[in-house]
């Protein structure tokens, strides 16, 4: 599995220095120059790996503003933050903003590839070991022999074999996500991933885009 690294930096031989470092390890690296683009990128594929500068030049957002940006919705990818003009506090911060490691610039290239194996391998544990919980989840969910749980099953077994989208509901505490992986598990694109979008933080506009997309008129 080739992972995907995005690399947030102001300036432009870091990016290109770092993406060749990564990309000689046979890593798929793209690249960002400020927090605009580095949201937009994350937004139109999330990345395995980020590593993020401190400082993005005259940018309003710096980085560690940026790394807690990231944090709140993408818990799991890790970021590896750089900096060269870095104190023991900055990378203190770093690591209790969320950062998996802090970087010095000019930095050692073999300190990079370590920190970044060791990235890259971490979160794919930690994702891993949510699927499982979540997985276990499901099964403590359904498990019983009374007439409404078989009902249950046979409905989510009939309902994964549509290929269809539908529409789950029912009073909060019915682990309608739970019923809703367990459709993904047994439907026929159980290998993709499964997301979880939450719906409280977006607003209606930008939800409805982000879902379905906008209509384009050709006339």
Same mark, same amino acid.
Do not use: C, W
């Given at each position: 599995m080739?992972?995907?690294?995005? +690399?947030?930096? !102001? @300036?432009?031989? /870091?990016?290109?220095?770092? #993406?060749? +470092?990564?990309? !000689? @390890?046979?890593? /798929?690296?793209?690249?960002? #120059?400020c927090c605009v683009e580095a949201m937009k990128s994350i937004k139109e594929s999330q990345p395995h790996l980020i590593i993020l500068d401190v400082w993005l030049g005259e940018a309003e957002i710096d980085g560690l503003r940026l790394?807690?940006?990231?944090?709140?919705?993408?818990?799991?990818?890790?970021?590896i933050m750089m900096s060269g003009h870095g104190t023991i506090e900055t990378a203190v911060n770093s690591i209790k903003q969320g950062a998996y490691d802090f970087i010095e610039k000019p930095f050692d290239s073999n300190r990079l590839i370590l920190s970044?194996?060791?990235?890259?391998?971490?979160?794919?544990?930690?994702?891993?070991?949510?699927?499982?919980?979540?997985?276990?989840?499901?099964?403590?969910?359904?498990?019983?022999?009374?007439?409404?749980?078989?009902?249950l099953r046979n409905?989510?077994?009939r309902i994964s074999k549509l290929g269809k989208t539908c529409f789950i509901h029912g009073p909060v505490g019915s682990d309608k996500e739970g019923i809703?992986?367990?459709?993904?598990?047994q439907s026929e694109v159980s290998e993709l991933s499964f997301i979880v979008i939450n719906c409280q933080i977006y607003n209606q506009n930008q939800l409805e885009i982000d879902l379905f997309g906008l209509e384009v008129n050709d006339n």
């Open positions: 080739a992972f995907d690294i995005l +690399i947030v930096d !102001d @300036e432009q031989d /870091i990016r290109e220095l770092v #993406s060749g +470092i990564l990309s !000689d @390890e046979g890593y /798929i690296t793209r690249t960002a #120059s790394l807690n940006m990231i944090k709140t919705d993408n818990e799991f990818i890790p970021i970044v194996k060791k990235a890259v391998e971490m979160s794919s544990l930690k994702r891993e070991n949510e699927e499982l919980k979540a997985k276990a989840k499901i099964d403590d969910a359904i498990i019983g022999i009374s007439q409404k749980t078989n009902i409905e989510i077994k809703a992986r367990e459709i993904h598990r």
